[in-house]
């Protein structure tokens, strides 16, 4: 097994050093959420099996669910192809998004044509 270091060193952060963390809920598959991780967040993400951000907006850490009670346990994290993206695969409680909705995609539907395919 490789060590937490090698693990995050495998992850394209880009120039903020930064990485978006897609966040599914793991035994629905629900898409919850998108957050941005830096190697820190990852890092205290993979060892405590609690998932932890990076807030740009306020410039801090925050582990889901420490100010809310709506706590994010890691099952799974997995990194994608080009190693700049992370999926999380999380046991949510409570609602996932800041709004107070379970999931943060459940509002805006931008009415997307639904494609037929190549014939």
């Known amino acids: 097994m490789t060590s937490i270091e090698e693990r995050i060193a495998q992850v394209a952060f880009n ?3 930064l990485a978006p963390a897609i966040v599914q809920q793991w035994d629905t598959q629900e898409v919850l959420m998108l957050a941005w991780v830096d190697a820190e967040a990852l890092r205290r993400t993979l060892t405590t099996g ?5 807030s ?3 410039q801090i850490y925050w582990r889901k669910g420490d100010t809310s009670g709506n706590i994010q ?7 994608d192809c080009d190693g700049d993206a992370i999926l999380l695969k999380v046991a949510q409680t409570g609602p996932a998004c800041h709004t107070g909705t ?8 931008l009415e997307a044509a639904v494609g ?4």
């Open 15 to 17: 120039d903020d050093g």
């Open 50 to 54: 609690r998932a932890t951000y990076w």
């Open 56 to 58: 740009r907006s306020r």
């Open 73 to 79: 346990v890691v099952h799974e994290a997995r990194l």
């Open 102 to 109: 379970h999931t943060c995609f459940d509002t805006h539907d």
């Open 116 to 119: 037929a395919g190549e014939q």
